[in-house]
């Protein structure tokens, strides 16, 4: 039989954006080819925000934490990697976006 490699459910791109400080927890989820859910999710390349983390067990992996040591709006970009049980991977680009006080540099007149 052929097996073929994890398929994303989670959409590529921005996970979402977060306040400076927060706590947050983002899903991510992908299955093998008998819609099984994969094995593992790793951190590939890039970083996630400082405070958070990639946990995963056999269904579903989780990037989670409060975030810490950002010190203006910043986009960290990164890449997860799903495996499935015969150890085949698909890989999946990320972002999410931190951000700092009042966005928008508006103008107050006295």
């Known amino acids: 039989s052929v097996s073929i490699a994890p398929n994303w459910s ?30 593992s999710y790793s951190l590939q390349s890039g970083s996630l925000p400082g405070g958070f983390s990639l946990t995963g067990d056999s269904s579903v992996g989780t990037i989670s934490g409060t975030e810490t040591g950002s010190s203006a709006t910043t986009t960290y970009s990164f890449t997860i990697r799903a495996t499935d049980d015969d150890a085949q991977t698909t890989d999946r680009a990320f972002t999410i976006t931190v951000t700092h006080g009042a966005e928008g540099g508006g103008q107050l007149n006295p």
């Open 10 to 39: 989670t959409a590529a791109g921005s996970l979402g954006t977060i306040a400076s400080g927060s706590t947050q927890s983002f899903t991510l989820l992908a299955y093998d080819d008998d819609s099984s859910a994969v094995t």
